[in-house]
């Protein structure tokens, strides 16, 4: 079996759906909140697909509001799960059935990807702060002259002398000084 090239186990980015598209569309700074509000309303749905009340959303609400009017992007999100635009706000045509598989994980799968953009730009702003901290530069650039320094005066040899020891070496106790290994004859 072949992997066109691919060790087993990488796997190529499939195609975006619309969907996840609308869902990756976000601002990153509201998109936890506004993920936890879509997952709950389509929770819902999926839960009780017949029940009217779950069907409609007030987009006047102030929670809905804060998550989901206010929000770039999220209204054309669960226009794109097939809410459609009513008096009061959206509503899900009898028709529509939202399914866990493909709204529940779409979402899940958002949030996700949003936790690890969140971490990479928390990543980059903490390099961007170390990167921008003058005393740890000017410090960097005092070690960098005392090494420059250090290695224009060349090798430490004035003061260094080897000193001979005696024909039996160092001061050594070896065993047979203190009758360890000596037989006595027996």
């Known amino acids: 079996m072949g992997y066109a090239g691919y060790a087993p186990g990488n796997k190529i980015a499939d195609k975006l759906t619309p969907l996840q598209q609308a869902l990756h569309a976000l601002p990153l700074e509201q998109a936890q909140e506004t993920l936890e509000m879509l997952d709950k309303l389509t929770r ?41 635009e009513s008096a009061d706000g959206l509503t899900l045509p009898a028709g529509v059935v939202l399914v866990h598989e493909r709204e529940v994980i779409s979402i ?24 921008l901290d003058p005393e740890k530069e000017a410090l960097m650039a005092k070690m960098e002259a005392d090494r420059l320094e250090k290695a224009a005066e060349g090798p430490v040899t004035k003061g260094s002398v080897a000193k001979q020891l005696s024909h ?18 027996g």
Not at 108 to 131: L, M, N, S, W, Y
């Open 108 to 131: 899940i799968d958002a949030k996700d990807h949003f936790k690890k953009e969140e971490e990479k730009e928390r990543k980059r702003q903490v390099a961007a702060r170390k990167a």
């Open 44 to 84: 819902n749905v999926v839960r009780n697909p017949n029940d009217e009340k779950y069907r409609t959303i007030k987009l006047s609400n102030p929670k809905i509001a804060a998550a989901i009017t206010n929000v770039s992007f999220a209204v054309d999100v669960l226009k794109e799960m097939g809410w459609v």
């Open 168 to 185: 039996n070496g160092p001061n050594i106790t070896r065993a047979s000084d203190i009758g360890i290994g000596k037989s006595s004859g």
